[in-house]
């Protein structure tokens, strides 16, 4: 478990350890951009595959970093329930849908 940085220019993901307090932004090794931090829950596509790569970008840049997302929110008796993990699409038509539908759950 830990954080990965993702290089969507490059289409890599790096491993970057359990050390939270070590856990900090980096650039990609090979271009020199700064990477995106993910969740270990990121399984990052085959480098060749670029619609998959163009789906993951997409959803991280609306906020959703491959953290849980609950298919369903509800209250019972004033206490919130969360139930059920929504799956991560991975073609873009699905994407879209899933970004509308649980866009209350993206980060800001």
């Not at 290089?7 to 700064?34: H, M, V, W, Y």
């Not at 990052?44 to 959803?59: G, H, I």
């Amino acid at each position: 478990m830990g954080y990965k940085n993702v290089c969507f220019d490059c289409k890599k993901a790096f491993n970057q350890g359990t050390d939270l307090n070590n856990i900090r932004e980096s650039k990609c090794p090979d271009c020199g951009k700064l990477m995106k931090q993910v969740t270990h829950r990121f399984r990052p596509p085959k480098q060749k595959d670029t619609k998959k790569w163009e789906v993951a970008k997409f959803l991280m840049e609306r906020g959703f970093l491959y953290e849980h997302v609950y298919k369903r929110i509800y209250e019972v008796r004033g206490v919130t329930v969360l139930a059920n993990y929504a799956t991560y699409p991975e073609n873009m038509r699905d994407a879209k849908e899933f970004v509308e539908k649980y866009k209350a759950q993206a980060e800001t």
